[in-house]
C-alpha cells in the first residue's frame, strides 16, 4: 500500500513569493492534516480537512491556506513568503472511520527555504 | 506551559542499553497518545499508539501511559544503532483529531 506522498521534495522561494505545496493521502484515507517542522520549534499543527472542508486550523496567520480536492488530495499554499517560513512542511492523512480517527500517517515532507 | 514538554536531549547510549523517553502533558482532557519516530531529513514514522493508562509492548518497544500524573513514556530494550532518531511523543484528542507535539528527543545509539 503506498504512502502519504509529497511534492515537491524541496522548494526555493525569495521573500514575498507564493509557494504551493501538494499531498496526497493514503488510498481510503479522508482526512489530511499539514504540520510545520521549523528548527527549534518542532512539528506545529497548520491545517487539517475532511471531506473537501477546512475543518479546524492551527495558530499561523491567514497567509497560510490550502484546500482539499474530490479525490482527497490537498494542497498547501503559503502567501508573501517570510524567511521565517522556512521549514519542513508535511503532510498527514487519516481514516475517519472505524475509530481510527487519531492515526496519522505522514509523508516525507517538502522542505521550503526562502531566501 | 506548552501543553506537552519533551526533554531535547541529545541522548546517547550504548548499543544494547534500554532507553527511557518521557513527555509530560498539562491536559488531562487528552486521550490519545503517540510515539512518532523521525530519521533525519524524513518524515515522522508511527511507532506506538495507545488510548488507556498502563503499558502497551510492541517487539523491543513499550510505551507507559499514567493518566494520573499525566505522563507517557517510550522504553526500548535491547538498543540498536538503527534506533538513531529524533523521537517524538504526541497526543490527539479534547474534541479534536490534530495532533500536539514534544519538541522530539534525538537519540544516539553507540555501537
Known amino acids: 500500500e503506498a504512502g502519504v506522498t509529497q511534492s515537491p521534495t524541496h522548494l526555493i522561494k525569495t521573500r514575498g513569493q507564493q509557494a504551493t505545496l501538494r499531498c496526497s493521502p493514503i488510498?481510503?484515507?479522508?482526512?489530511v492534516y499539514w504540520y510545520q517542522q521549523a528548527l527549534g520549534l518542532g512539528l506545529q499543527f497548520l491545517l487539517w480537512?475532511?471531506?473537501?472542508?477546512?475543518?479546524n486550523r492551527g495558530n499561523f496567520p491567514p497567509r497560510f491556506s490550502g484546500r482539499q480536492f474530490p479525490n482527497y488530495s490537498s494542497e498547501l499554499n503559503v502567501n508573501a513568503l517570510e524567511l521565517e517560513d522556512s521549514a519542513l512542511y508535511l503532510c498527514?492523512?487519516?481514516?475517519?472511520?472505524?475509530?481510527?480517527?487519531?492515526?496519522?500517517?505522514f509523508g516525507p515532507g517538502t522542505r521550503l527555504l526562502v531566501l | 506551559q506548552k501543553e506537552v514538554e519533551q526533554d531535547p536531549g541529545p541522548l546517547s547510549v550504548p548499543e544494547g542499553a534500554i532507553v527511557s523517553l518521557n513527555c509530560t502533558y498539562s491536559?488531562?482532557?487528552?486521550?490519545?497518545f503517540m510515539w512518532y519516530r523521525q530519521y533525519s531529513r524524513k518524515g515522522p514514522e508511527l511507532l506506538m499508539y495507545?488510548?488507556?493508562?498502563g503499558n502497551k509492548e510492541d517487539g523491543r518497544f513499550t510505551a507507559q501511559v499514567d493518566k494520573s500524573s499525566k505522563y507517557i513514556s517510550l522504553f526500548i530494550r535491547d538498543s540498536q544503532p538503527s534506533d538513531s532518531a529524533t523521537y517524538l511523543c504526541?497526543?490527539?484528542?479534547?474534541?479534536?483529531?490534530?495532533?500536539?507535539f514534544g519538541k522530539g528527543t534525538k537519540l544516539s545509539v553507540i555501537p
Open positions: 498527514a492523512s487519516s481514516s475517519t472511520s472505524g475509530g481510527d480517527q487519531e492515526t496519522q500517517y
Open positions: 495507545t488510548y488507556s493508562s
Open positions: 504526541a497526543r490527539s484528542g479534547a474534541g479534536s483529531y490534530q495532533l500536539t
Open positions: 480537512y475532511d471531506e473537501g472542508e477546512e475543518r
Open positions: 488510498s481510503g484515507h479522508t482526512s
Open positions: 491536559n488531562s482532557a487528552f486521550q490519545y
